[in-house]
């Protein structure tokens, strides 16, 4: 078995701002000191996460990530007849063991905390012994923490847990920022919105102006998976990790973050993807983008295709060979290969 997969993407977004910064602007970076536009790899994996691929796929196998179980705990005690005073009680000697809480009269965690499904069902079917037998949770009812579970969310992208570190998960999953391949210039977009039922007559001009802002860009992102990782963060589950593979390649090609598309409608799939295998030390091929590639001669997709290729084989040259064997590309402008080919060739 290969240890590691790597997945080299080039996607293209029309006018978008996918990922905000605190003052609402696309995030950018400067990368071969040119100011680029960048998507974090925290809003793609959250968009992949929660994609109705990933739940087609592996529905039963996704974990929840909330500060409120312990008071989704509290409720439901609640409705099943138990005092509130016992239940915010119970409710908080179960919510304590994923994190320290928020204060003495709620059972929310402080942090944003992975439950896998074993836990999510273990804690619910505590509740319901709580609220049929009367009484609080024992010292082994509460044992609800799980080191070995099937929450592909947290083998892939990993989880922490600062009072009980025992049950980390390293992360199997490396995800790099996506970074534009060309200079970007951020834009402003200036607009108006009219009342319906004001004729003119009394008042003249928009009811509301506001602006946004926004930018386009053909982005490079990286995927590195430590296969080796994934398979025993899922317990050897050689079924399950692959079609967690297959599931998480369609994801990252087809599946965009969510930010501003009822304003923009930028939603895209990948364009070309060269996917990888190999027991070698992994690298990002971002080096091919360093120079920011213009849209002359056969324009920006092809001249990107042709500089990632041509960036891969330099590489290979001067180091020997990076991965193993072939890699699969598809190639949607040519077009060459298909998404199907790059989910067998990673799910083997």
Not at 19 to 25: E, M, S, V
Not at 196 to 204: I, S
Not at 304 to 316: E, K, P, S, Y
Request: glycine share 6%; hydrophobic share 40%.
């Amino acid at each position: 078995m290969s240890r590691f997969i790597q997945l080299h993407l080039l996607t293209s977004y029309p006018p978008a701002n996918l990922n905000r910064d605190d003052l609402g602007r696309p995030k950018t970076a400067i990368m071969g000191g040119e100011q680029r536009l960048r998507i974090s790899s925290q809003s793609l994996k959250r968009a992949w996460r929660t994609s109705d691929v990933f739940k087609q796929a592996l529905g039963s196998h996704i974990g929840e990530r909330t500060r409120e179980m312990g008071e989704e705990v509290r409720n439901r005690l609640i409705n099943k007849g138990v005092d509130e005073k016992k239940a915010l009680l119970w409710a908080r000697k179960i919510a304590e063991r994923f994190g320290k809480l928020q204060a003495k009269d709620t059972a929310a965690i402080e942090q944003l905390t992975h439950f896998s499904p074993e836990e999510s069902t273990a804690i619910k079917e505590l509740a319901e012994q709580l609220a049929e037998r009367g009484s609080e949770p024992n010292e082994d009812e509460l044992e609800l923490l799980r080191k070995q579970h099937s929450a592909i969310d947290i083998a892939l992208f990993g989880r922490m847990l600062a009072s009980s570190p025992q049950y980390n998960m390293e992360a199997a999953a490396q995800v790099a920022h996506a970074i534009s391949v060309h200079t970007v210039v951020v834009e402003d977009d200036f607009f108006t919105a009219v009342d319906d039922l004001n004729d003119g007559k009394d008042e003249l001009g928009a009811a509301h102006m506001g602006e946004t802002e926004f930018a386009a860009g053909l982005f490079y992102q990286y995927i590195c998976i430590d296969k080796s990782l994934l398979s025993e963060n899922l317990s050897h589950d050689s079924e399950l990790v692959n079609k967690t593979l297959k599931a998480f390649s369609e994801a990252a090609a087809t599946v965009s973050p969510t930010g501003k598309q009822n304003t923009f409608a930028s939603r895209a799939r990948a364009s070309f993807i060269l996917a990888e295998k190999g027991d070698q030390q992994p690298r990002s091929l971002s080096v091919a983008f360093l120079k920011p590639v213009s849209g002359t001669g056969k324009g920006m997709l092809s001249n990107a295709i042709q500089r990632l290729q041509d960036t891969r084989n330099n590489m290979d040259t001067v180091y020997g060979p990076c991965a193993e064997g072939s890699p699969a590309i598809m190639n949607a402008e040519t077009p060459e290969g298909s998404l199907q080919d790059i989910i067998r060739f990673v799910g083997e």
